[in-house]
């Protein structure tokens, strides 16, 4: 077979989703180039700032790294702004959507809420409220994003921060996004990302 004969999904038979399936798994299996593609990508993307959107994630990750965050944390860092092409006005909930399948719960949280978090240094400026994130105190991941957004991405603007290229960062990717999606022995607590 290659391809279906079904036009609407509802009279496809058990054995054109099986091939489906197949194909899709096959497919899957290149995600991490994809996602590597997309960060290279953001090397000509959004300007005015000092670095472009591929050094701030690269930074992002390589201040993660250094501080001794594991995997999950890094990857997720270096992925945190893959958005801001296609989703600019909701860029976080799009990086998280990409790594929820394959990360602990509280890292999709941290870059779901990210945005919001980040807002702090410069919501004030528009006449918005930098402290929106409050609303988020009580969460158990509050203080992980205050400390993401602190200590990592706002601070990622440094054209002279020792910054390592994407090819340090691609066996971590590669790893990452090689897991079983969902695999509840990988994503442990799941937090709800609204």
Not at 41 to 45: C, E, I
């Given at each position: 077979m290659d391809q279906v004969d079904f036009i609407r999904m509802k009279d496809g038979s058990r054995e054109e989703y099986h091939f489906l399936e197949h194909l899709e798994s096959e497919f899957n299996k290149g995600l991490a180039d994809r996602i590597l593609n997309a960060l290279q990508?953001?090397?000509?993307?959004l300007s005015g700032y000092k670095v472009n959107r591929l050094d701030h994630s690269l930074q992002t990750a390589a201040r993660a790294e250094a501080d001794g965050a594991d995997e999950d944390m890094i990857v997720g860092a270096l992925i945190h702004d893959l958005g801001d092409d296609l989703?600019?006005?909701?860029?976080?909930?799009?990086?998280?959507s990409i790594i929820r399948p394959y990360v602990r719960g509280e890292v999709a949280w941290v870059l779901h809420h990210h945005?919001?978090?980040?807002?702090?240094?410069?919501?004030?400026?528009?006449?918005?409220?930098?402290?929106?994130?409050d609303r988020y105190k009580d969460h158990p991941c509050f203080q992980l994003c205050v400390d993401f957004c602190e200590l990592w991405d706002q601070a990622s603007f440094d054209p002279n921060y020792p910054t390592p290229d994407l090819a340090h960062f691609t066996p971590m990717v590669r790893r990452i996004f090689a897991r079983k999606p969902f695999d509840p022995a990988v994503l442990g607590t799941e937090y709800s990302l609204a």
């Open positions: 990508g953001l090397a000509t993307t989703a600019p006005y909701n860029h976080s909930q799009y990086a998280a945005g919001l978090f980040q807002s702090f240094y410069y919501a004030h400026h528009f006449g918005g409220d930098r402290n929106e994130r």
